[in-house]
């Protein structure tokens, strides 16, 4: 079985947890709560009667930057055929993390089915991200 979707807008990278110094509670900053709510309600809009995946789990994740205003058609034309991509934030590390936390116990029942996972960051006219999960039993 294999879901393909689009999660539309700024991609979110996981960022670190926070620790409340009144109550000493440790909680995930509201930003990358709303990012995973975001991909969680991407995925149900394209697959509202999903089955979540049970054997070893492939992911491949292409997060789109859009092109800064100001870019030379020059550039612009090289960052949209892949011979300039973007280096800046979030870390590749980031982004994969908080895919996957947002499909643990949703689309996957536990992160650790997953054995392969590849990442990448382009450029495109808009911000998005393309999400591929797939079995590979």
């Given at each position: 079985m294999e879901y393909q979707f689009i999660v539309e807008g700024k991609i979110v990278g996981k960022e670190r947890p926070r620790v409340n110094m009144n109550t000493g509670i440790v909680y995930t900053p509201g930003r990358t709560k709303e990012y995973e709510t975001?991909?969680?309600?991407?995925?149900r809009i394209k697959y509202p009667q999903y089955k979540m995946l049970k054997n070893r789990i492939?992911?491949?994740?292409?997060?789109y930057f859009k092109i800064p205003k100001g870019t030379s058609k020059a550039n612009t034309?090289?960052?949209l055929n892949d011979q300039i991509s973007p280096t800046?934030?979030?870390?590749?590390?980031n982004i994969?993390?908080?895919i996957l936390?947002?499909?643990?116990r949703f689309i996957i029942y536990d992160d650790n089915q997953v054995v392969k996972i590849s990442v990448e960051k382009k450029y495109d006219t808009e911000d998005k991200t393309y999400i591929r999960v797939y079995e590979l039993d």
């Open positions: 975001l991909v969680q309600q991407s995925f492939g992911i491949d994740i292409i997060a034309e090289k960052m800046k934030k979030p870390d590749i590390d994969a993390k908080s936390d947002a499909m643990n």
